[in-house]
């Protein structure tokens, strides 16, 4: 039953992107805002949702190792492997504020947590995790982020890449497929998720190795459906901004919240997981210098896939030695 629950929970998440971006696209061309806002808002809040119902849930039943584990786990997921398949099947150029903005806001918001979760190394005092004031500075970083996109939502002057010219339906038809592209995509995750960690409680994995590896993996399938779509419609400005905001949104957003909602101690551990989510970070902003410029290019994208490979094989090669 848990395999079967397994690919009817892929099947959904991949119709609900491709409802979700076609919607999207749909409103932004009716309502004359970039694809690029888009993507940042209504698609990457929308493909978080399971990050944001789990991290709740996790909260509210006091196992803060899945929570870190699943955004800590998304955000490596997102950008190494995510980016990675979408530039393979079309280079990614983005536009400029992207590469010196909302890149660096992803690089800004992990570093900002990796500070917070080693309060006793670096200052000498405080929890080693996130507080319930940490939570609070977190969700303040997103109403910033939140204003930021408020100031900048308007037409882009240039396309980045040769986007496909969305198709434009009627607003009601538009709104219906984007409403219905959000409940399949979370009905499939939580399918995806809730099976996924059914086979792997088989297996006695840890929680810590559950939230990074499976629960990540299954929460961010929304993303890798959305952006892998967006990449094959030639939409970069959707394909980018999806996990860049997703990226955001999943630091300052739900881990915020959820730190509000339960303190989130951290172990010795993680402090591995953040260093290779800033890496991730860093190397996508140095990647929109090499080869050509504000571009996302194949090669860099399967570089991006044998970083993600070679996490999960350390992940392993750990959890076996425990």
């Known amino acids: 039953m848990n395999y079967i629950l397994l690919i009817v929970g892929f099947i959904l998440l ?10 999207a696209s749909s409103i932004a061309k009716r309502l004359k805002v970039s694809n690029l806002i888009i ?3 209504v698609v990457a809040f929308g493909t978080s949702t399971p990050e944001l119902f789990v991290n709740v ?30 530039s393979l099947i079309y280079p990614l150029a983005v536009t400029k504020g992207t590469v010196w903005k909302e890149i660096p806001l992803t690089l800004l918001a992990v570093v900002l947590v990796g500070i917070m979760a080693n309060k006793p190394l670096i200052f000498g005092k405080g929890m080693s995790g ?14 910033f982020f939140l204003y930021y996109l408020q100031k900048v939502a308007k037409p882009s002057e240039k396309k980045v890449c040769e986007t496909e010219a ?7 038809k538009s709104s219906l497929g984007l409403i219905g592209g959000f409940v399949a995509l979370f009905i499939g995750a939580k399918l995806v998720v809730d099976s996924a960690v059914a086979l792997a409680a088989k297996f ?12 990540a993996a299954g929460t961010s399938l929304p993303e890798l459906a959305t952006s892998a779509v967006a990449a094959a419609k030639k939409n970069c400005d959707i394909a980018v901004g999806n996990i860049v905001g997703s990226n955001i949104f999943n630091v300052f957003f ?6 509000t909602i339960r303190p989130m101690p951290f172990q010795p551990a993680n402090n591995i997981d953040i260093g290779v989510a800033i890496l991730a970070s860093l190397f996508l902003f140095i990647f929109m210098f090499s080869g050509k410029k504000r571009s996302l290019d194949r090669w860099e994208g399967a570089l991006f896939l044998v970083l993600y490979v070679s996490y999960i094989a350390f992940l392993l090669i750990q959890h076996r030695t425990h």
């Open 39 to 41: 993507g940042l808002t």
């Open 204 to 215: 006695g994995v840890s929680e810590s190795f559950v939230g990074l590896t499976i629960v």
């Open 130 to 143: 996130l507080s319930k004031i940490d939570g609070l500075i977190l969700l303040a970083f997103f109403a």
């Open 14 to 23: 991949i119709k609900g992107a491709d409802l979700l971006v076609d919607g």
């Open 57 to 86: 849930i996790a909260a509210i039943k006091a196992t803060p190792a899945i929570a870190i584990g699943n955004i800590l786990g998304s955000n490596i997921f997102n950008i190494l492997l995510i980016l990675g398949i979408s």
């Open 254 to 259: 739900i881990l915020g919240l959820s730190a």
């Open 166 to 172: 969305p198709k434009q339906y009627e607003i009601l």
